[in-house]
């Protein structure tokens, strides 16, 4: 069965550091694109980084210079490291693997994780 599972999440204060984690267990054979979102109450739900299997990325402006997003293919794993965290940055974030392949398959349905809380206090 695949599973994508998030951790890292936390409470920390403005101007700090989490790392996030992102890793898929299961027959994983590739994982093409993978992407963070996050999701505030009330607010939609947003980009927040994007990376290719060749490592190619892409940030939203309210998190460029301050997020960066990288993955290791070998152990099927995608991380966000972010620092000077602002409020704003508080939110529930999920990783998502856009198209894979396991086993003897492949799907273009998207596998979600099931999100980490990140809250920045001031």
């Known amino acids: 069965q695949v599973r994508l599972v998030e951790s890292g999440g936390g409470l920390v204060q403005v101007g700090g550091s989490l790392r996030l984690s992102c890793a898929a267990s299961?027959?994983?054979?590739?994982?093409?694109?993978m992407a963070w979102y996050r999701q505030a109450p009330g607010k939609e739900r947003e980009l927040v980084a994007t990376i290719s299997r060749r490592g190619s990325t892409r940030y939203a402006d309210s998190v460029k210079g301050r997020f960066t997003i990288s993955r290791d293919n070998d152990k099927h794993t995608m991380y966000l490291q972010m620092s000077s965290l602002k409020p704003d940055d508080t939110a529930m974030y999920y990783c998502?693997?856009?198209?894979?392949?396991?086993?003897?398959?492949?799907?273009?349905?998207?596998?979600w994780g099931q999100g980490t809380q990140v809250s920045v206090s001031s």
């Open positions: 998502v693997m856009m198209s894979y392949c396991y086993g003897s398959v492949c799907t273009n349905t998207p596998r």
């Open positions: 299961g027959s994983i054979y590739s994982i093409d694109d």
